[in-house]
């Protein structure tokens, strides 16, 4: 899988899941709320803050015509044009806020959804752009934000594979490879019964890129899940209250959540490792507390060892017990007290002779 960079963090295998805080409309028109948003996020373990570049104008019309209309879900009963001219982060905060966002440590980045946005954003030097789910079929648009050479991450909402593939195609046509693909369902909140996400998997395979999840479930455990399943970038939408009254609060995350869910991220990161069958200190330790062979009833000398006075018990005093059958038959080479750990010098090897080396190396 190709690796590639946003700032200073690299993106791959191997490497840290990359955590992004979407900021959309939960600044609720105060540019102060929004650098609290900055400063909250990076407090919380998030690696980056998206925003989102457009205005009304330039996303929709302003029109009450039936297709206009928002039906159903958290914005039903409004126009686009109402509900973007209210979410929009105005185009003259941004420089700002990518400048305190790096100055605490925060990359910041932005979605475009025209081409004077994109060219806006060029001008700020953001170090990667963001194509929208709504936005994957605008190939005109994907063509003109991979031209900048930045990386592109695409959300897959909606989207069917041969609709991916188009974007996919439009952006390595265009010279750039560093393309990262999101899993997404578009609804506000989407279901965790509908995120399926081995796709995750799949996506990766398919398009040999880095993959993520652009998650408006509700709590982090699809998240978390999807970081099991090899997601280089998780997205979730930040708040810093949901009793806020904006857009986009009633699926966004407060900042204990988001942070928890970063916890819980890196602790699964290091749990899943690296492929590897090294003991650790605490098993090296605890290898003496496995099975071996004791002598379980008084034994004379010349006595056959049988299945009722040889028993494979713990602790790992004697023989592996995987020696059992080597040494039933044989008879004793010396009188034997109950509860001896057995070792070869008990054993005169009357059913099968094995080798010293073997021998010595069957003894714990």
Known sequence: MREINIADKAIGQGRPCFVVAEMSANHNGSYERAVEILHAAKECGADAVKLQTYTADTITLKSTEKHFQIE????????????YEEASTPWEWQPALKKEAERIGLILFSSPFDTKAVDFLARMDVPAYK???????????IQYVAKKGKPVIMSTGMASLAEIEEAVREVKDAGNENIVLLRCVSAYPASSEDMNLVTIRHLESL???????SDHTLGDEVAIAAATLGARMIEK???????????????????????????KIRLVEKAIGKVSYELTEEEQRNRKLRRSLFVVE?????????????????PAAGLKPNLLKEVLGSVAAMDIEAGTPLKWEHVLRAKKIISDGSREGDEL
């Open 298 to 314: 008084d034994m004379k000398r010349g006595e056959t060892f049988s299945s009722e006075n040889v028993k494979s018990l713990r």
């Open 72 to 83: 159903g879900g958290p914005w039903s009963g409004q126009t686009l044009y109402e509900l």
């Open 207 to 213: 398009f040999d890129c880095a993959v993520g999840l």
């Open 237 to 263: 939408h930040f708040t810093l209250s949901r009793r806020d009254d904006g857009p986009d609060t009633a699926f966004s995350m407060e900042p204990s959540e988001f942070e928890n869910m970063v916890r």
């Open 131 to 141: 194509i929208a789910s709504f936005e994957l079929v605008d190939l005109g648009l």
